[in-house]
């Protein structure tokens, strides 16, 4: 069974500073990696995905993510962050070959203060 | 956004009452899911579909059921409703490969 492991419930931040939200998992098998962001009221929004490749991955808004396969992490990463990056991130882990279900991590609350 | 959509969006019912959710997409995904989300614990997965009249329970199962008579629609039903089924619930809808697309959620609060 997969697990997933967020390490900051919640992160405060400087606009225009930069960011990491960290992220562990845990499988027995190869994995595929997501980031899903959720706005105020909204339901969930891919971020950014790692399937297979490339360690570094990027997505939407200038998010970036890196697999780390011997630190079986998958951390997210953004150089300077805006006031509309405010929300809640989850990470999530499929398996490969049964991935029709994700596991997700309880969440980090990126609140950005002027 | 991917064309699915929950209804009602939001209701308050009373213990004891039987209680359907509905999940409708437009976009013909072969998988549709339901997740509570509660606060400290992020999203669980509730019931899933692998086509139509397949479905397969998730790690919080218990005091739901679930329906697919058509590729369109997936059904949550709490049979009897109770004060810890109070929760935001999201539909979700996949080709595989783990990328999911959500709906906008459906508060429901049990009194």
């Known amino acids: 069974a997969q697990s997933v492991t967020q390490l900051d419930s919640q992160v405060p931040v400087f606009e225009e500073a930069p960011v990491e939200l960290r992220c562990n998992y845990s499988?027995?098998?190869?994995?595929?990696l997501f980031w899903y962001v959720q706005y105020p009221n909204q339901g969930l929004q891919l971020l950014l995905k790692?399937?297979?490749?490339?360690?570094l991955v990027k997505g939407i808004n200038g998010f970036e993510a890196e697999f780390n396969k011997s630190q079986t992490s998958f951390h997210l990463r953004k150089p300077s962050v805006h006031i509309s990056d405010t929300a809640e991130y989850f990470c999530?882990?499929?398996?490969?070959?049964?991935?029709?279900?994700?596991?997700f991590g309880k969440g980090t609350k990126l609140t950005v203060n002027p | 956004d991917a064309g699915i959509t929950q209804s009602p969006r939001h209701k308050v019912t009373e213990t004891g009452t039987p209680v359907t959710l509905r999940c409708h997409q437009t976009e013909n995904h072969r998988y549709m899911y339901w997740y509570r989300q509660d606060p400290g614990h992020g999203l669980r997965l509730i019931h899933y579909?692998?086509?139509?009249?397949?479905?397969d329970k998730g790690e919080v199962s218990d005091g739901y059921s679930v329906s697919r008579s058509k590729t369109e629609d997936f059904l949550l039903t709490l049979e009897s409703a109770t004060s810890s089924q109070t929760s935001v619930y999201f539909c979700?809808?996949?080709?595989?490969?783990?990328?999911?697309?959500f709906g906008p959620g459906t508060r429901l609060t049990v009194t």
């Open positions: 999530a882990v499929a398996t490969r070959g049964g991935s029709e279900k994700l596991v």
């Open positions: 499988s027995s098998v190869s994995v595929y």
């Open positions: 790692y399937l297979s490749g490339s360690t």
């Open positions: 579909s692998y086509g139509v009249k397949d479905t």
């Open positions: 979700a809808i996949s080709e595989g490969w783990g990328e999911q697309y």
